[in-house]
């Protein structure tokens, strides 16, 4: 099949290129012409694991191809996926100016039956105004407006698109729901169809509840640094349960990312339009917000005041294996330590670049062991690979203290405080620590 991706960002970029490697035949468009340069040239603007190769494959062998131009893709292809930002408004509302403008050009350039996919997360009704708005332009074509909502993650998104839990797709008729269901055919994979607004609602409601359980587990660990309890035991023994299952129980300083705040935020805001106060998700962000201020809150106790104090912050991005800093807890962890009179030395494998943007007052050194020179204290804020296999005792000699806190709960605390660290994590407990017990 012949199909277009709107946008050629993360989730644009990522469904164009592995829907080439599906067989279909792609045309990306974006209105960045620096980008659709590198694209041209089969680099990747952003890095996301096995993208380029695949890229460059399915360049060579005119798979895929790029133009700033919506209304070319609109003439040569019957299905169009939108793939453009939908970012928060100042009130959590989604931003929906980019989908507008998409849209309005599709019609523009159309002039036989097309398929439009929403493909980038959009409040639910939606799909039923932008049938309107297609409609006011467009007298005598046929179409349909889809839902097809993405699920990848960072860092794995080839590989979640290739292998996915399940395809979602929503629509109000059938001719669209058997082109969608065709397209995603050579996956193998469990397909889902639903009407629209179901499959619009599917995706805020899929991202809100894995928030939630990360706000959850992040709420038991708080409990458990009260009362010696250990949160990574609590959660092997929690997710056992194969009603709660072992995935996103992991605690630490908190989500990050373009999805999860975002779309908590549209989901409350969807909910008051239709007149519901949706206070559990609220509960949510608060719980988010207090694990990166409890963690400012530790490494200032540990040493008896950040001021005039030299933190090392091992890793920026909002997870591994990706260089996006936006919502990363990284950020309000590094500006309030700044605040708070303290110097911050950082290293991040992937992400320095783009933190220097938002982060322009931090010391950037070129690996973890230059970032330790000389620091009070050192903080684990993403869990790369690469620190997990940090030699510590050379970390512990080029430090001038001791103080070691650990926002993902990367090390065993007993053996980081027999190399004679004095350790904090997320919600742990071991034998011999000094316990604040309150109860
Ligand atoms: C997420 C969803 O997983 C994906 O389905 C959706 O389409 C987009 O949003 P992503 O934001 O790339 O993907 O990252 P994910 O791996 O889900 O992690 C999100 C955040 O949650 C990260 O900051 C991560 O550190 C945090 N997290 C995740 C935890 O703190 N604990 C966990 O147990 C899991």
């Given at each position: 099949m012949k199909?277009?991706?709107?946008?050629c960002?993360?989730?644009?970029l990522?469904t164009?290129?592995?829907?080439a490697?599906?067989?279909?035949t792609?045309?990306?468009?974006?209105n960045?012409?620096?980008?659709?340069?590198?694209?041209?040239e089969?680099?990747s603007?952003?890095y996301?694991?096995?993208?380029?190769?695949l890229?460059?494959?399915?360049l060579?062998?005119?798979?895929?191809?790029?133009t700033?131009?919506i209304?070319?893709?609109?003439?040569?292809?019957?299905?169009?996926?939108i793939c453009?930002g939908t970012p928060?408004?100042?009130?959590?509302?989604?931003?929906?100016q980019a989908?507008?403008?998409?849209?309005s050009?599709?019609?523009e350039g159309?002039?036989?039956?097309?398929l439009?996919?929403?493909?980038?997360t959009?409040?639910v009704?939606?799909?039923r105004?932008?049938?309107?708005?297609?409609?006011?332009?467009?007298?005598?074509?046929?179409?349909?407006?889809?839902?097809n909502?993405?699920?990848?993650r960072?860092g794995?998104?080839?590989?979640?698109?290739?292998?996915?839990?399940?395809?979602?797709?929503g629509c109000n008729?059938?001719?669209?729901?058997?082109l969608?269901?065709?397209?995603?055919t050579p996956?193998?994979?469990p397909?889902?169809?639903t009407?629209?607004?179901s499959a619009e609602?599917i995706k805020?409601?899929?991202?809100?509840?894995?928030?939630?359980k990360?706000?959850?587990?992040?709420?038991?660990?708080?409990?458990?640094?009260?009362?010696?309890?250990?949160i990574?035991?609590?959660?092997v023994g929690?997710g056992?349960?194969?009603?709660?299952?072992?995935?996103?129980?992991?605690?630490?300083i908190?989500?990050?990312?373009?999805?999860f705040?975002?779309?908590l935020r549209?989901f409350?805001?969807?909910?008051?339009?239709?007149?519901?106060?949706?206070?559990?998700l609220k509960e949510v962000?608060k719980?988010?917000?207090a694990?990166?201020?409890?963690?400012?809150?530790?490494?200032?106790?540990?040493?008896?005041?950040?001021?005039?104090?030299?933190?090392?912050?091992?890793?920026?991005?909002?997870?591994?294996n990706?260089?996006?800093?936006?919502?990363?807890?990284?950020?309000?962890?590094?500006?309030?330590?700044?605040?708070?009179?303290?110097?911050?030395?950082t290293?991040?494998?992937v992400?320095m670049?783009?933190?220097?943007?938002?982060?322009?007052?931090?010391?950037y050194?070129s690996?973890?062991?230059?970032?330790?020179?000389?620091?009070?204290?050192?903080?684990?804020?993403?869990?790369?690979?690469?620190?997990?296999?940090?030699?510590?005792?050379?970390?512990?000699?080029?430090m001038k203290?001791?103080?070691?806190?650990?926002?993902?709960?990367l090390?065993?605390?007993?053996r980081?405080?027999?190399?004679?660290y004095a350790?904090v994590g997320?919600?742990?407990?071991?034998p011999?620590?000094a316990?604040?017990?309150?109860v």
């Open positions: 199909l277009a991706v709107i946008g960002g993360y989730v644009g990522v164009g290129v592995c829907f490697e599906l067989g279909h792609v045309i990306g468009v974006d960045d012409p620096s980008k659709i340069r590198a694209l041209r089969g680099k603007p952003i996301e694991p096995g993208l380029e190769p890229l460059a494959a399915h060579r062998e005119g798979r895929i191809r790029f700033e131009s209304q070319e893709a609109a003439k040569e292809c019957e299905v169009l996926f453009v928060p408004l100042p009130d959590g509302r989604a931003d929906l989908v507008e403008y998409v849209v050009e599709i019609a159309m002039d036989s039956y097309r439009i996919v929403e493909k980038s959009v409040p009704r939606t799909g105004w932008l049938e309107d708005l297609v409609r006011s332009k467009v007298k005598n074509i046929s179409f349909d407006i889809a839902s909502p993405e699920f990848l960072e794995s998104a080839v590989g979640d698109f290739l292998h996915p839990d399940r395809v979602v797709i008729s059938e001719k669209a729901a058997s969608l269901v065709n397209l995603y996956l193998n994979a397909v889902l169809v009407d629209l607004a609602l805020h409601a899929s991202n809100s509840f894995l928030a939630m990360i706000s959850y587990i992040n709420a038991v660990a708080q409990v458990c640094e009260k009362t010696g309890a250990d990574n035991k609590v959660a929690l056992l349960d194969k009603r709660i299952g072992p995935d996103f129980l992991k605690a630490g908190g989500y990050g990312g373009t999805c705040p975002k779309d549209a409350v805001s969807i909910a008051e339009e239709c007149g519901l106060d949706f206070g559990l962000e719980v988010n917000d694990m990166w201020q409890g963690f400012v809150r530790k490494i200032d106790d540990m040493l008896g005041g950040v001021s005039g104090k030299t933190i090392a912050l091992l890793g920026l991005a909002f997870k591994p990706t260089d996006d800093m936006r919502f990363a807890p990284s950020i309000p962890i590094a500006q309030t330590l700044l605040q708070m009179g303290a110097k911050v030395k290293y991040d494998p992400a670049e783009n933190a220097k943007k938002v982060l322009p007052h931090l010391q050194c690996d973890a062991y230059e970032t330790v020179d000389g620091a009070d204290a050192v903080a684990i804020l993403t869990e790369w690979n690469e620190f997990k296999t940090l030699d510590l005792n050379m970390v512990k000699e080029r203290g001791n103080a070691f806190a650990d926002g993902r709960n090390f065993a605390p007993e980081i405080e027999q190399m004679g350790y997320i919600g742990r407990s071991w011999g620590m316990l604040p017990l309150s």
